[in-house]
């Protein structure tokens, strides 16, 4: 139980300071991007 909850706040600490420090590229943009782009093409052209 410590173990885990050691490491999860490590984690939380190190994704902190990346996420404050450096350019991390939001995955849900992305994620909802990809899907109206598949959308797009599964639409035939009229």
């Given amino acids: 139980m410590l173990q885990f909850l ?3 706040t490590l ?9 404050q420090n450096y350019e991390v590229p939001n ?3 992305k994620i ?3 899907k ?4 797009a093409k599964k639409k ?3």
Avoid: R, S, T, W
Avoid at 11 to 19: D, I
């Fill in 6 to 8: 050691v490491g999860f």
């Fill in 44 to 46: 035939p052209p009229e």
């Fill in 11 to 19: 984690g939380n600490v190190v994704g902190m300071y990346l996420a």
């Fill in 32 to 34: 909802e991007a990809f």
């Fill in 36 to 39: 109206k782009d598949v959308e």
């Fill in 27 to 29: 995955i849900a943009k």
